[in-house]
């Protein structure tokens, strides 16, 4: 069986977001980029279940390679990078829906959100773009016999679904428990794993990004005597009006 | 031409953030002086559906169709992909929540239709379509535009208010066509969360963090809850420890929330915790340490030992609030 995982390179997550150009260019100097933590919890699961044959495939440019490495050093088996800036998410979707189709695989496995743009949506173009089902934000994983077995937050709760291969599926929280970690054999293993490198294909750009607003500066925030916790709800009630 | 809802209903009952979406589909339903219709699939009562109407909605589309008793992104986005064209949707609204996330790409393929995920404020301008979203966690919002002739969107909840608005309303099935069998994946069991309120559904968040020392604590957490009429929630070690259930956790890898109150006991503020709760309108916070980063990001602050203040608070909050 073989899986595709789309591995998101993006800004760490303790990262101190910046930007250019009139604030509408994110400023990548001194960013540390990684693996989307989404995205590892589900090369992390992929691997743990096993005997699967598993492509990483990242939508971007050079740099990206470094990211994708390090997805090889993790296990996966090979790496594809579509060589072209990602626009947006319906053209990322539609690169990874190629992909799939030219390599025959059964399985697409993205992060539930990219850490970046907060999309969490590619999963569900990918498989609009292929037109087969998608279970988003899966908390649990399992294949059995020629089938998965996958649970999910709905609202209020959580669902077990059963999906017949192919399918796209993003992974939430709880998908692996802790992301594996490279160890060096790993490491060393990865430089000679083959990178493919793809021409992009076709598809026009839906939506684009403006003006990056930083939050407004909080207004200090107002301290309460330990031992006079009648004032809070004073506050609470009188000044913020929300109790 | 309109502006399609997508009313997702929950055993039969919709919710605030149903009619948050009408709010908000009706608001730019006027600007661009069109109508808002809702889609809703599966049964519901005819005074629910009336409901929509107090809110602006103008036409409901009722469907009912066995291929559609369970779930499945592929089928209901078929539904909804008739329903749009049927109406000549150009703008097509979900929520932003397990299911509107679901289905909004999907429809956004078909119909060539570029999606904005996340939405929080009506758009600042109709043409070009730009509205206003999340980035980078939380940590900053961005003018996104929209360049496709229809647009889909999925409205962040809890950030457009609920505006009454009470209009005609006019209510019909509508047969959708879908092949049967058409989806790979189906749900086999549901689990609800027993008892309370969800997180995501709560005015009021009352969340605890490690300061709590250990789940034998969470007592008067839920104490606090009960008075406020809130849910509670934590910070990621504390439910990685297993001191409260996973659904629990809320920020960056978990729930992104954005309630009018959250009460942060014993939690010290990472950024990865802040990036899920920084849309609150009030955060209070509660922590022994002056210089936790908690302090930046609320509004109201006590520097204490939350054993101790809590307790005192929930008395305090019960006489006020004459429970
Ligand atoms: C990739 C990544 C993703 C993450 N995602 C999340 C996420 O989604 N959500 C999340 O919450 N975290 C997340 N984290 C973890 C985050 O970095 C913090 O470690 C975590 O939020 C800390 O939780 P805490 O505040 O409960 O505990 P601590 O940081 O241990 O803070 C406890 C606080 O309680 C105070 N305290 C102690 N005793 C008392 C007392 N008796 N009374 C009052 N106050 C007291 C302390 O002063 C301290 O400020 C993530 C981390 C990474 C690397």
Same mark, same amino acid.
């Given at each position: 069986?073989?899986?595709?995982?789309?591995?998101?390179?993006?800004?760490?997550?303790?990262?101190?977001?910046?930007?250019?150009?009139?604030?509408?260019?994110?400023?990548?100097?001194?960013?540390?980029?990684?693996?989307?933590?989404? /995205?590892?919890?589900?090369?992390?699961?992929?691997?743990?279940?096993?005997?699967?044959?598993?492509?990483?495939?990242?939508?971007?440019?050079? /740099?990206?390679?470094?990211?994708?490495?390090?997805?090889?050093?993790?296990?996966?088996?090979?790496?594809?990078?579509?060589?072209?800036?990602?626009?947006?998410?319906?053209?990322?979707?539609?690169?990874?829906?190629?992909?799939?189709?030219?390599?025959?695989?059964?399985?697409?496995?993205?992060?539930?959100?990219?850490?970046?743009?907060?999309?969490?949506?590619?999963?569900?173009?990918?498989?609009?773009?292929?037109? *087969?089902?998608?279970?988003?934000?899966?908390?649990?994983?399992?294949?059995?016999?020629? @089938?998965?077995?996958?649970?999910?937050?709905?609202?209020?709760?959580?669902?077990?679904?059963?999906?017949?291969?192919?399918?796209?599926?993003?992974?939430?929280?709880?998908?692996?428990?802790?992301?594996?970690?490279?160890?060096?054999?790993?490491?060393?293993?990865?430089?000679?794993? +083959?990178?493919?490198?793809?021409?992009? #294909?076709?598809?026009?750009?839906?939506?684009?990004?403006?003006?990056?607003?930083?939050?407004?500066?909080?207004?200090?925030?107002?301290?309460?005597?330990?031992?006079?916790?009648? /004032?809070?709800?004073?506050?609470?009630?009188?000044?913020?009006?929300?109790? | 031409?309109?502006?399609?809802?997508?009313?997702?209903?929950?055993?039969?009952? #919709?919710?605030?953030?149903?009619?948050?979406?009408?709010?908000?589909?009706?608001?730019?339903? +006027?600007?661009?002086?069109?109508?808002?219709?809702?889609?809703?699939?599966?049964?519901?009562?005819?005074?629910?559906?009336?409901?929509?109407?107090?809110?602006?909605?103008?036409?409901?589309?009722?469907? +009912?169709?066995? /291929?559609?008793?369970?779930?499945?992104?592929?089928?209901?986005?078929?539904? *909804?992909?008739?329903?749009?064209?049927?109406? @000549?949707?150009?703008?097509?609204?979900?929520?932003?929540?397990?299911?509107?996330?679901?289905?909004?790409?999907?429809?956004?393929? +078909?119909?060539?239709?570029?999606?904005?995920?996340?939405?929080?404020?009506?758009?600042?301008?109709?043409?070009?379509?730009?509205?206003?979203?999340?980035?980078?966690?939380?940590?900053?919002?961005?003018?996104?535009?929209?360049?496709?002739?229809?647009?889909?969107?999925? %409205?962040?909840?809890?950030?457009?208010?609920?505006?009454?608005?009470?209009?005609?309303?006019?209510?019909?099935?509508?047969?959708?066509?879908?092949?049967?069998? %058409?989806?790979?994946?189906?749900?086999?069991?549901?689990?609800?969360?027993?008892?309370?309120?969800?997180?995501?559904?709560?005015?009021?968040?009352?969340?605890?963090?490690?300061?709590?020392?250990?789940?034998?604590?969470?007592?008067?957490?839920?104490?606090?809850?009960?008075?406020?009429?809130?849910?509670?929630?934590?910070?990621?070690?504390?439910?990685?420890?297993?001191?409260?259930?996973?659904?629990?956790?809320?920020?960056?890898?978990?729930?992104?929330?954005?309630?009018?109150?959250?009460?942060?006991?014993?939690?010290?503020?990472?950024?990865?915790?802040?990036?899920?709760?920084?849309?609150?309108?009030?955060?209070?916070? *509660?922590?022994?340490?002056?210089?936790?980063? *908690?302090?930046?990001?609320?509004?109201?602050?006590?520097?204490?030992?939350?054993?101790?203040?809590?307790?005192?608070?929930?008395?305090?909050?019960?006489?006020?609030?004459?429970?």
């Amino acid at each position: 069986m073989k899986a595709l995982v789309c591995i998101g390179h993006v800004p760490d997550t303790t990262s101190k977001i910046k930007f250019t150009n009139n604030n509408t260019k994110f400023d990548s100097t001194d960013i540390q980029y990684i693996i989307g933590p989404y /995205e590892e919890l589900a090369l992390t699961r992929l691997l743990e279940i096993g005997g699967l044959h598993i492509t990483v495939v990242n939508v971007g440019q050079k /740099e990206t390679e470094t990211t994708l490495r390090k997805a090889l050093a993790m296990g996966a088996n090979d790496a594809v990078r579509v060589d072209a800036e990602p626009t947006d998410a319906m053209f990322v979707a539609k690169q990874i829906a190629e992909v799939f189709k030219i390599g025959n695989y059964d399985l697409v496995v993205t992060g539930k959100e990219s850490i970046d743009y907060n999309g969490g949506q590619v999963d569900g173009m990918i498989a609009g773009f292929l037109d *087969i089902d998608s279970v988003s934000g899966a908390s649990k994983f399992e294949i059995i016999n020629d @089938k998965a077995v996958i649970e999910r937050e709905i609202d209020g709760g959580r669902e077990i679904i059963e999906a017949k291969f192919p399918f796209v599926t993003s992974a939430g929280k709880g998908f692996a428990h802790e992301p594996k970690i490279p160890n060096m054999r790993g490491i060393m293993m990865a430089r000679r794993k +083959k990178l493919k490198i793809m021409p992009a #294909f076709e598809q026009e750009q839906a939506t684009k990004t403006g003006t990056f607003y930083l939050p407004d500066a909080k207004p200090k925030c107002k301290m309460v005597q330990a031992d006079n916790v009648q /004032e809070l709800v004073t506050l609470l009630h009188e000044e913020a009006k929300i109790i | 031409m309109s502006i399609l809802i997508y009313t997702e209903n929950f055993e039969g009952k #919709f919710k605030k953030s149903t009619f948050e979406l009408a709010s908000y589909g009706n608001e730019i339903a +006027k600007r661009t002086g069109t109508e808002v219709v809702a889609i809703t699939i599966g049964k519901v009562s005819i005074d629910a559906l009336n409901e929509l109407g107090k809110y602006g909605v103008q036409k409901v589309l009722v469907v +009912k169709n066995s /291929e559609l008793n369970d779930f499945s992104v592929k089928a209901y986005s078929v539904a *909804i992909e008739q329903a749009a064209k049927a109406v @000549k949707a150009e703008v097509i609204i979900f929520g932003n929540n397990p299911s509107g996330r679901a289905i909004a790409p999907n429809i956004s393929v +078909k119909l060539n239709a570029g999606l904005a995920p996340g939405v929080v404020d009506l758009p600042s301008s109709i043409k070009p379509f730009t509205v206003r979203k999340k980035a980078y966690s939380g940590k900053v919002t961005v003018d996104f535009v929209i360049s496709t002739d229809i647009k889909v969107l999925t %409205l962040t909840q809890n950030s457009y208010k609920v505006i009454e608005s009470e209009t005609e309303i006019s209510i019909s099935n509508f047969d959708v066509n879908i092949p049967a069998g %058409l989806y790979n994946a189906k749900p086999i069991k549901t689990v609800m969360n027993t008892g309370k309120l969800s997180v995501t559904d709560a005015d009021v968040l009352v969340s605890g963090g490690r300061g709590l020392k250990g789940p034998e604590n969470w007592k008067m957490v839920e104490e606090m809850a009960e008075i406020l009429n809130a849910a509670t929630c934590c910070s990621r070690p504390v439910s990685d420890l297993e001191w409260r259930p996973h659904h629990e956790h809320v920020g960056q890898t978990g729930k992104v929330v954005a309630p009018d109150l959250y009460i942060a006991l014993g939690i010290s503020g990472a950024v990865q915790h802040l990036a899920g709760v920084n849309g609150s309108k009030v955060i209070v916070a *509660i922590n022994t340490d002056a210089d936790a980063p *908690i302090f930046e990001a609320a509004d109201y602050g006590i520097i204490g030992d939350v054993l101790d203040v809590v307790p005192k608070l929930n008395t305090a909050l019960r006489q006020f609030k004459g429970k």
